[in-house]
């Protein structure tokens, strides 16, 4: 087995909901999770007719890929068929970038600190180091995770700019593909297909071959293309409910003495002085947020169960 480099961690899924329920005496069916980023149910748009068509051919390969649900995506991006590369995910999409910009002895630039790990585990999975100098290629995250911001552009190129959250926020570079960036695009967050792992990305025609040359030869299954599909065909998702939510909540936090950060995406970021405090006492009422060193992050819901975390915030003492 080759060695992982001595800064490797992996990465960690916060335990299922069974889990937590048991674990607390809960009936599950209580749990909420705000700690997924992703929206409370899925589209309408993509229920199982959709996929009637693709469970009928699911013992063929799809020979040839999925050139509809790569034209799909060309538009509801502006660019070309041959400007897109499918992957399982954003993140499949980020260790694939990784592996194809560097490799042992190279260095990889994260351009925001805290950002989304698995730039950090995809470098090193890739043989090489995380640090400034010299990069083989720099990784940033626009609008940020866990922080929610949506910060300048970096310089330095290549540049792959995660956009997982790019809907909320409404700004892109995929107009800077000719240029040196590799856009990540995810159906996972604002489509929410996250279950179906189907993400993609944005690059210049070379490039984009490139990175599919290195890729699986079929990352994505044929009933995750049809999901994609179809949210795809129902037009843009719209978000504004989301985003509205997500600034009632902010304001509300504003009022019980809590400040967020300012958020582009589709969940807040709390800084706090106790958030493993806070964060022990919102599970115990199976409210299930994210814990960083500073502060906790959900995401948006709806207003009942936002109103569920808010309360059960307004009361945790712990960060007074
Ligand atoms: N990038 C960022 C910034 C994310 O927050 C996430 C979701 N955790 C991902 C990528 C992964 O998304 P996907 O489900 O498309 O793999």
Redesign the pocket.
């Given at each position: 087995m080759r060695a992982l480099p001595a800064a490797f961690g992996e990465y960690r899924w916060a335990p299922s909901t069974e889990a937590i329920a048991a674990e607390l005496g809960l009936d599950p069916a209580l749990i909420r999770r705000f700690d997924?980023?992703v929206p409370a149910s899925p589209s309408p748009t993509a229920g199982p007719a959709f996929i009637v068509d693709a469970l009928a051919k699911v013992n063929e390969y799809a020979h040839g890929g999925f050139p509809a649900l790569v034209d799909a995506i060309a538009e509801y991006a502006g660019v070309e068929p041959q400007n897109v590369v499918l992957g399982?995910?954003?993140?499949?999409?980020?260790l694939l970038s990784a592996r194809t910009f560097a490799g042992p002895d190279d260095v990889v630039a994260i351009d925001v600190d805290p950002?989304?790990p698995?730039f950090r585990i995809a470098a090193h999975l890739a043989g090489a180091e995380v640090g400034d100098v010299d990069p083989a290629v720099t990784f940033t995250?626009r609008p940020?995770?866990p922080t929610g911001a949506l910060g300048s552009l970096s310089f330095a190129r290549p540049l792959v700019v995660?956009e997982?959250?790019f809907e909320y926020a409404g700004e892109t570079a995929a107009g800077l593909i000719g240029d040196g960036i590799v856009v990540?695009r995810?159906?996972?967050?604002a489509f929410g297909l996250?279950s179906a792992?189907?993400?993609y990305a944005l690059a210049d025609a070379a490039t984009a071959a490139e990175l599919d040359r290195r890729q699986a030869p079929q990352p994505i299954s044929g009933i995750s293309a049809a999901l994609a599909l179809a949210a795809l065909a129902a037009g843009p998702p719209d978000v504004r409910e989301q985003v509205a939510e997500r600034d009632r909540c902010a304001a509300s936090l504003g009022e019980i003495g809590l400040g967020s950060l300012p958020s582009r995406a589709n969940f807040l970021f709390v800084p706090m002085e106790n958030p493993d405090g806070v964060g022990a006492a919102l599970l115990r009422q199976g409210l299930v947020v994210r814990v960083f060193p500073d502060g906790i992050r959900f995401s948006v819901r709806d207003r009942d169960d936002d109103d569920r975390l808010l309360e059960a915030l307004a009361a945790a003492a712990e960060y007074r």
């Open positions: 997924g980023n399982a995910g954003a993140d499949d999409l980020i950002t989304y698995l995250c940020n995770n995660d997982a959250y990540l995810t159906f996972s967050k996250a792992r189907v993400g």
